[in-house]
């Protein structure tokens, strides 16, 4: 407090000095929150061996980094509540990769799957754009349009199929959208997304962007990213394009109840483990996977809008289709002809709920 001159010399009681100083002497230290998550092989997300070795880093924070042990997984604490996070993973047998950038409230980020794309693959689908990737002076932004409830955590569909995606400012034309076909190849000609969900813009000029996505009632967030020569972005699930969570409370599911809903997405993440693991014959799947896994489910389960599941025919729906992937390795580890009658009825039951938080 400043001390006024003695030409004045006034009383001040000593209770109001003691309130004065204290408003100024005390300095509240700036809230802080984590983000964790894991490196994931593009194709090979759930069964494929981990990605270790792998440098993660932050791109606003350089000077953190963490190299991916056995388990692919990485941790930052100490990040500023109300900063931007945008994580970059370099990997010399990996396309060096870099996520959306997400705000960080106080609950953190969990988890933050990152998809990496192997050299050899990303060499294979360049030859398959209608023109050369320019990657000195340019970026490659790929995502997939997740359908709620969709996870690179197990072996479910997470795409949603009839969604368009742009981006803002608009790339230069000839750069995309292009969409991936439900054999996860890019076809030049179609439309919207298949069921794969997943899209590709190509030679996109350094710059920040905003992408979003459109469908007859659904909603969708948008995405922001920062686009950087020579790098992929890759904007994909959990921290994506998300169909029908207009606004993602991410790390919500932190504080969701644990009820028979999270129960059931939790033996799911465990027995997709036990029958990778089987089948690999290795740890391929090892408990901080699992961990990552029921996180996102849990924050699946905090994005749902009551209002619009009154009856909870959106959680039932996806609680009988999770089930049923859950019953046994053939169904955990199964394709798109595996519990097919839960799956049509989980996208019946989206397609009413996006109605409805279209029309509020």
């Not at 759930?46 to 941790?75: C, I, K, N, W, Y």
């Not at 179609?190 to 905003?210: I, R, W």
């Not at 504080?255 to 997405?265: E, G, K, N, R």
């Not at 209002?307 to 089930?323: E, I, Q, V």
């Amino acid at each position: 407090m400043r001390l006024l001159s003695r030409l004045a010399t006034p009383v001040i009681p000593l209770a109001l000095l003691a309130v004065s100083c204290s408003s100024e002497d005390v300095i509240s230290e700036p809230a802080v929150a984590s983000v964790e998550g894991d490196v994931l092989a593009f194709l090979d997300e759930v069964g494929g061996e981990r990605v270790s070795g792998a440098t993660v880093s932050v791109l606003e924070h350089p000077e953190m980094q963490v190299v991916t042990g056995d388990d692919a997984h990485f941790r930052f604490d100490g990040l500023r509540v109300g900063s931007d996070v945008t994580l970059v993973v370099e990997h010399p047998n990996f396309k060096t990769t870099q996520t959306a950038t997400l705000q960080l409230t106080e609950k953190g980020i969990h988890p933050f799957a990152i998809q990496v794309v192997s050299k050899g693959i990303f060499t294979a689908l360049s030859g398959l754009v209608p023109t050369p990737v320019n990657e000195a002076e340019n970026c490659v932004v790929a995502s997939t349009v997740a359908r709620m409830g969709g996870s690179l955590y197990v072996h479910l569909r997470q795409g949603m199929a009839d969604v368009s995606v742009s981006l803002s400012p608009a790339p230069p034309a000839g750069s995309g959208p292009i969409y991936f076909d439900e054999n996860v190849l890019p076809a030049v000609d179609q439309p919207a997304t298949s069921k794969d969900g997943g899209v590709l813009f190509y030679n996109v000029p350094p710059g920040d962007y905003v992408m979003s996505a459109t469908r007859a009632n659904t909603l969708f967030n948008q995405v922001r990213f920062h686009c950087r020569a020579g790098v992929i972005v890759n904007a994909g699930p959990p921290d994506g394009l998300l169909a029908n969570v207009p606004d993602p409370d991410r790390g919500a599911g932190g504080l969701y109840p644990a009820d028979a809903y999270s129960a059931v997405t939790d033996t799911l993440c465990e027995t997709t483990a036990q029958c990778v693991n089987e089948d690999a014959g290795a740890i391929h799947y090892p408990p901080a996977t699992v961990t990552s896994c029921k996180a996102m489910f849990s924050d699946t389960w905090a994005f749902v809008d009551e209002s619009c599941d009154a009856d909870a025919a959106l959680r039932d729906a996806a609680k009988a289709l999770y089930t049923c992937r859950a019953q046994s390795c053939d169904a955990a580890l199964g394709g798109d002809d595996v519990c097919v009658d839960e799956d049509a009825a989980f996208n019946a039951a989206q397609d009413v709920y996006g109605a409805c938080l279209s029309g509020k």
